[in-house]
Structure formats: structure tokens, C-alpha cells
């Protein structure tokens, strides 16, 4: 059981906007810690797609932003294409300690 | 170019040790933590553990100390995961990466190194 929540797939057609969302709670997400998501391709190593709740870094689409409030966190793709089927985790920080949410299966109708 | 290029993959069996490697090369080794996650078989990300290669402090999961161990040689731009005693259960695949702060975002990852623990 992962101490952040995410759901663990959602599906939208190509064109279409999808949010991901993770949950978390006062000792992590809610204390000020920063939310930071990745990318996991089939077959391949995760790949950082948000960092600091909303920033992307170089080379990653404007479909892809991310913001956070409270005790959750949301990463949303906007013109959805076929190639965004993967894999998507957040990560926060959690007494001392990086954790990871249990991921979420994005597919591509 | 920024990169942590980690050791192939493994097959093992129960009870002998391992001792797997990522390198990185492009940046300042001594600057920035290197953390290990763990992937099981069709399963999501586990953090294991961090060192900090400028002076060996290292941090480690509750669900991981004590069953790895993570050092780093400096001199060579190196990290490590080792295992005294695999178990079956350690069959995954193990991802290595960089971290400039603890609460940072892993920015670099290497490509990974499945360990498989078979009899």
C-alpha cells in the first residue's frame, strides 16, 4: 500500500484531456513537500515529466502540466496522442524518506 | 551528456550475493545523492535507498534496511547495491538516479538492471 494514492488506470480518446490524480496527507504532500511525476514507457526506465508540483523540464510537451493543493496533486494531458500510453507515478518526500505513488496505467482508446 | 549507466542484467540463485553498479559521468558525482528503486515483475516504483557519494551518508527504506546494502566509490563516479543473501523475492528490475536535494525530483535515471533469482 503506497502512502501516496493514485488511481491505478485511466483510459481517454486521441484529442481528449485526462487528470491523474495522487493523494497524500499532512506528512507529506499536505507539509509543503514538493510533487514530482514520471513517465514510464513500456519497457523502458521512468523519465521526470513534472518537478516542483507544476514545472516541466526541457523538452516535455505543454500538454503535460501538473498542480498541487492541499494534500493532493494532479497531472493533466491535454491532446491526448497515442504515444502517451504509459506509465505515470508521483513522487513526495515522507518522513526522511522519498515515496512513490502506486502508479497509474494511462490508455490511449 | 548527463548519464548513469548501470551494470546487465543478473541471474542468481537463492543465497549468493550480488553486487550491482551505476555510474554516472557528465556532472559532478560528489554533488548530487544517488538513489536505488526497485520494480517488481509488472508492479510500480519502491524507493530502497540513497547515498550521498561527497560523504557516504546513506538513508535507506524501513521495508529495505538490512536486507541491501548501498556504498559508492567516489573515485570512480560509482554506486552500488549489494545483496549478502538474494531470495526469489529480489527478482526485479532495479533502477538507479539522481537527485540533487532529498525532496528533489529524480532528474537522471539509468536504463536498469533486472536481477533475476532463480533455482
Known amino acids: 500500500q503506497s502512502v501516496l494514492t493514485q488511481p491505478p488506470s485511466v483510459s481517454g480518446a486521441p484529442g481528449q484531456r485526462v487528470t491523474i490524480s495522487c493523494t497524500g496527507s499532512?506528512?507529506?504532500?499536505?507539509?509543503?513537500?514538493?510533487v514530482h511525476w514520471y513517465q514510464q514507457l513500456p519497457g523502458t526506465a521512468p523519465k521526470l515529466l513534472i518537478y516542483g508540483n507544476s514545472n516541466r523540464p526541457s523538452g516535455v510537451p505543454d500538454r503535460f502540466s501538473g498542480s498541487k493543493s492541499g494534500t493532493s496533486a494532479s497531472l493533466a494531458i491535454t491532446g491526448l496522442q497515442a504515444e502517451d500510453e504509459a506509465d505515470y507515478y508521483c513522487?513526495?518526500?515522507?518522513?526522511?524518506?522519498?515515496?512513490f505513488g502506486g502508479g497509474t496505467k494511462l490508455t490511449v482508446l | 551528456e548527463v548519464q548513469l549507466v548501470q551494470s546487465g542484467a543478473e541471474v542468481k540463485k537463492p543465497g549468493e550475493s550480488l553486487k550491482i553498479s551505476c555510474k554516472g559521468s557528465g556532472y559532478s558525482f560528489t554533488s548530487y545523492w544517488i538513489g536505488w528503486v526497485r520494480q517488481m515483475p509488472g508492479k510500480g516504483l519502491e524507493w530502497m535507498g540513497i547515498i550521498y557519494p561527497g560523504d557516504s551518508d546513506t538513508r535507506y527504506s524501513p521495508s529495505f534496511q538490512g536486507q541491501v546494502t548501498i556504498s559508492a566509490d567516489k573515485s570512480i563516479s560509482t554506486a552500488y547495491l549489494q545483496w549478502s543473501s538474494l531470495k526469489a523475492s529480489d527478482t526485479a528490475m532495479y533502477y538507479c538516479?539522481?537527485?540533487?536535494?532529498?525532496?528533489?525530483?529524480?532528474?537522471?535515471w539509468g536504463q536498469g538492471t533486472m536481477v533475476t533469482v532463480s533455482s
Open positions: 499532512s506528512s507529506n504532500i499536505g507539509a509543503g513537500y514538493d
Open positions: 513522487q513526495s518526500y515522507d518522513s526522511s524518506l522519498s515515496v
Open positions: 538516479a539522481r537527485q540533487k536535494w532529498l525532496p528533489d525530483a529524480f532528474d537522471i
